[in-house]
């Protein structure tokens, strides 16, 4: 049996902290669901961590869908969470339940995220009100990193604060079941917490947020390009892979890969007649 968003609200009322993280394939989310992890989030940094992009914004409907159903195969309990794409959802109510219906019903996602507060509350509403779990995601939107000039920490101004407050209330009464805050002073993220009754899942925004989301790049060092300051790594899988393809490489090359445990034998009998 899954995880229900149920159980995630319930999280916050009972204090318990909640664990997010990002999976794009069948073999990691196994990984990540074995491990107990309640929420995997098939994130749309599938365009820079795995598709090698510089950005989200490249990233199409159809690579989320595709990642998506691997991850759902992969999972027994953990809730899995699609992240709609740049702009699959701007348009109207109608293109924003379209395609979320796709996460839903296609690709097997229990929720999906998107990006936003005021602005897409009304999309929000009527996911909500047709069945679809809707979390949100305010603060450090990677999908609006051209208005906002780079990856800079958002809130810092009273004005800016206010607005993600309001952004995290408009989200809350159109049903979000979750809010992630990225990139956002911690202070601010701790009055967003204690203002609102539903979890925030935080990244880069401090230890006061009911829950952390990470990109698994990231905590297991996989991802060379860069290292945010929010995340933590916790293994440097990039050069235990680099060594292990080096040795197999020098194996391969100097006649040493395979030995006989790794072939196959039959009978010489079998060959006799080949031999002639
Ligand atoms: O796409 C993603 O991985 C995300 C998380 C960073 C929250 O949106």
Redesign the pocket.
Known sequence: MRITISQIKAMKQKGEKIAML?AYDYTTAKIVDEAGVPLI?V????GMVVLGYES?IPVTIEDMLHHTKAVVRGTKQTMVVG?MPFMTYHLSVEQALRNATRFIQEAGAQAI?LEGGVTVADKVKRLVDCGIPVMG?IGLT?QSIHQFGGFKVQGKTPEAATKLLEDAVALEQAGAFSI?L?TVPSQLAKIITERVGIPTIG?GAGIHCDGQ?Q?INDILGSFTDFAPKHAKQYANIADIMSSAIKEYYQEVTAGSFPTDEQSFFIDESALAGLNK
């Open positions: 990002t989030l994130g749309d940094s599938l989200t992240d995220k995601h990677p992630v990225e990244i989301v990109v």
